[in-house]
């Protein structure tokens, strides 16, 4: 029996590097990092390895699934510099919401777990409604554009 979980996790990994800002939200199982342009997630910076660092997408013991990173490739090739991740030099981590990786000089990944609740796939209820207090808002003559001004 699959479990249910009321929450869907989105995986974001947010590059800095010689080129700017880039977003790569995470889906599959694996990713090469690194300089080389057939790189899943390729930096730009020659302080950066060809193939700097793999992320790996592993399952929690709840089913929900994280990703781990791993300096170099998965045949064990570590990269030149290695991986400073939240300050600490470390061949692999279990990724946290908010961890930074180093991969170089001015080469920064900041990795974010986005938590949200699943959306009711039902039609909407035509009683959900919000009430607003007057209390909530200003001096309604505040908001009156039509009347002239002096």
């Known amino acids: 029996m699959a479990v249910q979980l009321n929450q869907s996790h989105a995986h974001l990994l947010i590059i800095e590097d010689d080129k700017g800002r880039k977003e ?16 899943d997630i390729r930096l730009f910076s020659q302080f950066v390895s060809r193939r700097h660092a793999t992320l790996v997408r592993r399952q929690r013991e709840d089913g ?49 777990l986005l ?22 808002v200003g001096d309604p003559e505040e908001f009156n554009l039509d009347r002239e001004r002096d």
Do not use: C, W
Not at 33 to 39: A, E, F, H, Q, T
Not at 84 to 111: C, M, S, W
Not at 115 to 136: C, H, N, Y
């Open 64 to 112: 929900s699934p994280y990703y781990r990173i791993v300096d170099g490739n998965l045949k064990g090739k570590p990269s030149a510099n290695g991986l400073l991740i939240n300050g600490r030099k470390l061949q692999a981590h279990d990724l946290e919401d908010e961890d930074e990786v180093v991969f170089g000089p001015q080469v920064t990944a900041k990795y974010y």
């Open 24 to 39: 790569f939200p995470l889906k599959e199982a694996v990713y090469s990092i690194g300089r080389d342009p057939k790189s």
């Open 115 to 136: 938590k949200r609740d699943t959306v009711p796939t039902g039609p909407p209820d035509e009683f959900d409604i919000t009430l607003i207090s007057p209390g909530m």
